[in-house]
């Protein structure tokens, strides 16, 4: 079956730009959570949507937002980009949230540049 | 809150050496422990799980026993291979009732490279 779907694979901003990234879930996955990953932090929760109700949220400023559709495809913006949302943007699926078996699914990442 | 720690990289072995990656956690409640697995360019992949004190968890060769006691989870492997050179994430979920149910807590990652 299909994994998990993240869109746009890589893009360039400047600062000042707001950026919307795309996450389509495994099939029948009703849980989307966010990560951040950089070298300096390493790989930081975002926040984590079920059944387009947002369930838990990181530490971020609220420049960044994300919201779940019915069908459990996810989106997370950045507004205002600042020099430090460089990073690589990783999504994962999995049918409750991961909490109870770990068992998330991760796509492949989307590499936000910001100039 | 909620932290893991794990040894920092990167790691260089030769094929077929032994591996041992370390990690510790700080945890509240009674956390899940897991190993995730990057290879390069690609997303993580759950590696091995332990759900509660002394489970083993194991796959593709790789072993991890949770240590309550000692408050670890190490990482394992008899004898790496090439295909093994990857990025090793430990990571826990705190499966106490609550928010935080719904994310897990990563370790900095460690830089695994296999030379044949």
């Known amino acids: 079956k299909a994994g998990v779907t993240q869109t746009p694979r890589y893009l360039i901003k400047t600062r000042g730009q707001q950026v919307t990234l795309s996450c389509s879930p495994i099939?029948?996955?009703?849980?989307v959570s966010w990560y951040q990953q950089t070298p300096g932090q390493g790989l930081q929760f975002l926040f984590e949507?079920?059944?387009?109700?947002?369930?838990n949220k990181g530490n971020f400023p609220g420049r960044f937002s994300g919201r779940q559709f019915s069908n459990s495809r996810s989106e997370m913006n950045v507004s205002t980009l600042e020099l430090g949302d460089s990073a690589l943007y990783l999504c994962?699926?999995?049918?409750?949230?991961?909490?109870?078996?770990?068992?998330?699914?991760f796509g492949e990442g989307s590499r936000l540049t910001v100039l | 809150g909620n932290s893991v720690t794990q040894m920092e990289g990167p790691v260089t072995l030769s094929e077929e050496a032994f591996l041992t990656i370390n990690c510790t956690y700080t945890?509240?409640?009674?956390?899940?422990l897991f190993w995730y697995v990057q290879y390069p360019g690609e997303g993580l992949q759950l590696l091995l799980k332990?759900?509660?004190?002394?489970d083993k968890g194991s796959n593709k060769g790789f072993e991890a026993t949770y240590r309550k006691e000692t408050t670890s989870f190490h990482l394992e492997k008899g004898s790496v291979q090439v295909s093994d050179s990857a990025v090793y994430f430990c990571?826990?979920?705190?499966?106490?009732?609550?928010?935080?149910?719904?994310?897990?807590?990563f370790g900095k990652g460690t830089l695994l490279t296999v030379n044949p």
């Open positions: 990571a826990l979920s705190d499966s106490y009732s609550g928010g935080s149910n719904y994310k897990l807590t």
């Open positions: 945890a509240t409640g009674y956390p899940s």
């Open positions: 949507y079920f059944s387009e109700t947002q369930r």
């Open positions: 332990a759900t509660k004190a002394d």
């Open positions: 994962a699926s999995s049918l409750d949230g991961g909490g109870g078996t770990g068992e998330l699914f």
């Open positions: 099939s029948g996955h009703r849980s």
